[in-house]
């Protein structure tokens, strides 16, 4: 296996979205190096309405946007839920993909704790389910919090590449009813 290098993520949203499918999440923490595979992704570029930085917007919120691909940008979302997104492209382009689902691959016990407050064996179906199936889901299973906005992904949140290659499938995003005729837009990826 080996790690993504900060190069790897000068790429545009799109292109990269897709890249990242099959990779490897890793972050590093207090108990123990946490690990999913990356199942689906969504693209957000700058010319496109459902993107934060979309026609340049620049806030505070929307900053690390701007950043150089590699870097973290996480939200709050509904107030309660921390999304993770990883910027891509040349610093100043304002495009990012949003990781919307994981496989778990190390820690299991812990994403448990984390969501459910159970240990693996007690869970039920449903959470078995639900564990990493979202992108609030897999942020609080994996410890990523909106203390993680800014980061570059070579220190404790990084990315592994083992090799792992499966059929794309691309659809819409989902939940961005506001984005006009970008709510069409193919930028989602999930394996067929």
């Known amino acids: 296996m080996k790690k993504l290098s900060q190069e790897y993520y000068q790429k545009d949203a799109l292109t990269l979205a897709q890249d990242l499918m099959g990779k490897i999440l890793c972050h590093k923490t207090a108990q123990g190096i946490l690990m999913g595979r990356i199942v689906e992704t969504e693209a957000y570029l700058e010319d496109d309405k459902a993107c934060h930085g979309y026609q340049g917007k620049k806030t505070q919120r929307t900053g ?4 150089p691909g590699g870097h973290i940008y996480t939200y709050f ?13 040349p610093e100043n382009q304002a495009e990012a993909v949003l990781i919307r689902s994981l496989l778990p691959i190390q820690g299991e016990e812990i994403f ?9 064996e007690e869970a039920t179906s449903y959470q078995r389910k639900n564990l ?10 994996m410890e990523i919090s909106l203390e993680d906005n800014t980061k570059d992904l070579q220190g404790d949140i990084y990315l592994l590449d083992d090799g792992y290659r499966g059929d794309l499938k691309a659809t819409k995003r989902i939940g961005i009813d506001y984005a006009e005729e970008a709510v069409d837009y193919p930028y989602r ?4």
Request: net charge positive.
């Open 132 to 141: 990493l199936n979202g992108p609030a889901k897999l942020t609080q299973a």
């Open 189 to 192: 990826f999930i394996f067929k």
């Open 77 to 89: 979302t509904y107030g309660i839920h921390t999304l993770f997104n990883i910027v891509s492209g």
């Open 64 to 67: 690390p946007l701007f950043l």
């Open 112 to 120: 448990y704790q984390n969501r459910y407050q159970v240990k693996k």
